[in-house]
Structure formats: C-alpha cells, structure tokens
Nanobody, 122 residues
Framework: QRQLVESGGGSVQAGGSLRLSCAGS????????LGWFRQTPGKERERVAT???????VYADSVKGRFIISQDHIKNTVYLQMNSLKPEDTAMYYC????????????????WGQGTQVTVSS
C-alpha cells in the first residue's frame, strides 16, 4: 500500500528551526516529484517546496533562503529543513507525491500524508 507518513512538526519560537520528514515509497517505475505543502484554516493549500527524483528543487518565494528540501533515496524519505522560522510559517504541513514532473498546484498530486502541525510563536 502506497502511503506517505510525515513527522517532525512541533512548536518553536520565532528564529528557531525544525526538520520535517516524510517517509514512503510511491513510485518505483518512473521519475517522480515530492513536495511539501502547507495550509492554514480558511486558506488554500500552498506549495512550499518540491524536489524531483533527479534532484531539481523549487521553493516558494516566502521560504527561499530559509528552507531546504532534500531526499534520501535509500531511506525513501524527503526532508524539509526549516530555519529562521517566522510566525507566518505556522500551518499544517503536508508532503505529497506525483508521477513524472513537479507541479505547483496541490490538486496535481496523487498521494498525500496525514500532515504535521508547525506552530511558530513570536
């Protein structure tokens, strides 16, 4: 059964760091994209960062220079290192996967984790 499982969320003060992990193997027969998205109540889910299986990364402007997405092919895990956190980073964070190419729209992703909450206090 294909599934993604996130971990690593929590509460931190502004300026602090957290590392999110997402474990799972959903595509073994093609290239794929793994992404981190976030959502706050009343707002649409937005892309934070994506990484293609061949290594290309893309970041939302709001997190560039602060967040780093990476993947470990052996452990089938994608990470999101979040540094210099701000209160506006507070959200539920989800990882997702889709076949072949990365896309910025969350509706284009086929597999999702259950989410992990990140709360940043000022």
């Amino acid at each position: 059964q294909r599934q993604l499982v996130e971990s690593g969320g929590g509460s931190v003060q502004a300026g602090g760091s957290l590392r999110l992990s997402c474990a799972g193997s959903v595509y073994t027969d093609s290239t794929y994209c793994l992404g981190w998205f976030r959502q706050t109540p009343g707002k649409e889910r937005e892309r934070v960062a994506t990484i293609h299986s061949e290594g290309t990364t893309v970041y939302a402007d709001s997190v560039k220079g602060r967040f780093i997405i990476s993947q470990d092919h052996i452990k089938n895990t994608v990470y999101l290192q979040m540094n210099s956190l701000k209160p506006e980073d507070t959200a539920m964070y989800y990882c997702a996967a889709r076949r072949f190419f990365c896309h910025m729209q969350p509706t284009e992703y086929s597999y999702w984790g259950q989410g992990t909450q990140v709360t940043v206090s000022s």
